[in-house]
């Protein structure tokens, strides 16, 4: 069996996670499979000679989800993920900009005028636009026979945007029924501007947690240099290196593998690993760490573990690996968010039936209304969000403490 952590892309809820972890877990050859949505990572168990990693990003393909199985997965994943955020922030910039006008407007003219609602409509498609990733997200999971978190956000925008562009067109209708015609075209645009503005901040807390896995690697070098049999140095790949190889470390430099001192000696700035702040002094005999800062003097280095077998490789796995993994309260809280959206939208439409039953037909758009503020309250969902996000940026600052 072979355990791998593998980044995902296009979650943008717990439901998503528990789809993707659902679809992994059922095919052949996997034996466990758990998905982070905080940390966008697939922790698979496998075999190998069952089910090949193309084979799981197929399936997840289709269930409208992607996975990165590149050479260098980690970093496409990350670039994707900078490029992902780049595109919802400037998203959440656009939605504000002209959501704000539509408050500002419905507030100071609370019975608009037909022109006046014209240039509601005219400000909200826009912030329909730069919101288009609820109603694709959404829409997919309602083919799957799913809902998400984005399945609320294109209900409740999509039925107040719906119900707005009818009084907006044909506002005789609700008048020859003695109604005003209402719109609500603010509640489309701040819904979706402040949703958008909970995913930002939600994306800055994974990025941060990623820049600090990844100053975490950065601090073993990429090359060292050789000491051949004749005594000629050569600068060479870490990946080049293997145990009993000699290694020339000199003043300033980073420790590039572990293993121990041959020749010479110098005092090791090893804070990073114990964290201890005073140098620690190296002589012949003594073992040093990858990614160490030597500091006066210089040695010879045999080399014992290089790459992925060092102390340092082994720490971020480590942080990845908890980062990829499941707290117990994390499994609770996807159980939950499995069910939470259909109960939701059940209270939604049993919040409309009771207000038509007990009111009549003419308090149709308050029943609209109140039945739209369900939906709208419980999203997005604090508890499929705050859990995994808190996990997340909790690891994060363990691995900025090394």
């Known amino acids: 069996m072979e355990k791998r952590v593998i980044p995902v892309l296009e979650m943008s809820c717990a439901v998503c996670a528990a789809t993707v972890e659902k679809t992994v877990r059922e095919l ?21 000679d069952k089910i090949s990693l193309k084979d799981m990003q197929a399936a997840v393909s289709a269930a409208g989800y992607d996975l990165v199985i590149s050479e260098n997965a980690e970093a496409d994943a990350i670039d994707a993920e900078h490029r992902l955020y780049l595109d919802l922030r400037r998203r959440t910039i656009g939605a504000w900009s002209f959501g704000l006008p539509v408050m500002v407007l ?4 609370h019975s608009p005028s037909q022109i006046l609602t014209w240039i509601l409509l005219a400000l909200t498609l826009p912030v329909l636009y730069w919101g288009r990733s609820f109603y694709v997200s959404g829409w997919k999971a309602v083919k799957r026979g799913r809902a998400n978190m984005d399945t609320l956000v294109m209900l409740s925008t999509a039925v107040s945007f719906l119900f707005s562009l009818f009084s907006t067109i044909y506002p005789h209708f609700w008048l020859s029924l003695g109604l ?3 719109v609500y075209y603010e509640a489309v645009a701040m819904i979706i501007a402040f949703v958008l503005s909970g995913k930002l901040l939600e994306a800055r807390a994974k990025q941060s947690t990623s820049a600090s896995i990844r100053s975490l690697m950065g601090l073993q070098p990429k090359t060292a240099r050789l000491v051949g049999k004749d005594g000629e140095e050569k600068d060479v790949p870490i990946a080049m290196l293997r145990p009993g190889d000699t290694v020339s470390v000199r003043p300033g430099e980073k420790i590039p593998v572990d293993g121990t001192v041959l020749e010479g000696g110098s005092y090791v ?20 760490l990858a990614g160490t800062l030597n500091q006066r003097g210089a040695f010879l280095l045999n080399v014992q573990a290089s790459g992925a077998d060092t102390v340092l490789a082994r720490m971020v796995r480590m942080v990845q690996e908890a980062q990829g993994s499941k707290a117990p309260v994390q499994g609770v809280v996807d159980k939950v968010s499995s069910v939470f959206v259909p109960v939701v939208i059940l209270l939604s439409i049993l919040t409309f039936v009771i207000w038509i039953a007990v009111a009549g037909w003419n308090m149709f758009p308050y029943a609209l209304l109140t039945a739209v503020s369900v939906l709208v309250i419980a999203c997005p969902c604090a508890l499929g969000l705050a859990t995994p996000t808190a996990l997340t940026v909790g690891i994060g600052k363990a691995a900025q403490q090394h």
């Open 28 to 48: 052949p050859g996997v034996e466990e499979a758990s998905v982070n949505f905080s940390a966008n990572t697939l922790q698979v168990v496998y075999d190998p």
């Open 106 to 109: 419905s507030m100071i003219f």
């Open 180 to 182: 005003v015609p209402h």
């Open 269 to 288: 700035d090893e804070s990073m690993i114990s964290g201890e702040s005073e140098a620690v002094k190296k002589q012949a005999g003594d073992r040093v």
